[in-house]
């Protein structure tokens, strides 16, 4: 079973940029659909971004279009969101999120659709 360790989270003003990393390990990426989900005090885990096992195919919620971009690299067994234009709206606990897919294509939105967690990420936007 992979297991995943997401990084890159902190403190950023208004209007700054954070690059979330998840890395792999146990086994390589290329065997799984990827998200990126997140989670604020008092709220349920949102999606935000998730990408395909090829990297072709990609899906955000409407809070992230034109903000974040999703992105995996199979040599350093990773995949990355890129966040810019923060707001204090997207203050959350960000988690990264797998699930093994035979279809190479296929992208997933929904939190029940992933089986496998990392510990989660702290991004805090001040204002």
């Known amino acids: 079973q992979v297991q995943l360790a997401e990084s890159g989270g902190g403190l950023v003003q208004t209007g700054g940029s954070l690059r979330l990393s998840c890395v792999a390990s146990?086994?390589?990426?290329?065997?799984?659909?990827m998200g990126w989900f997140r989670q604020a005090p008092g709220q349920e885990r949102d999606f935000v971004a998730a990408i395909s096992r090829s990297g072709g195919g990609t899906n955000y919620a409407d809070s992230a279009k034109h903000r974040f971009t999703i992105s995996r690299d199979s040599a350093k067994n990773t995949v990355y969101l890129q966040m810019s234009s923060l707001a204090p709206e997207d203050t959350a606990v960000y988690y990264c999120a797998a699930r093994a897919t035979v279809n190479r294509n296929l992208v997933l939105t929904r939190r029940s659709e992933y089986d496998v967690w990392g510990q989660g990420t702290q991004v805090t936007v001040s204002s």
């Open positions: 146990g086994r390589t990426l290329d065997w799984y659909t």
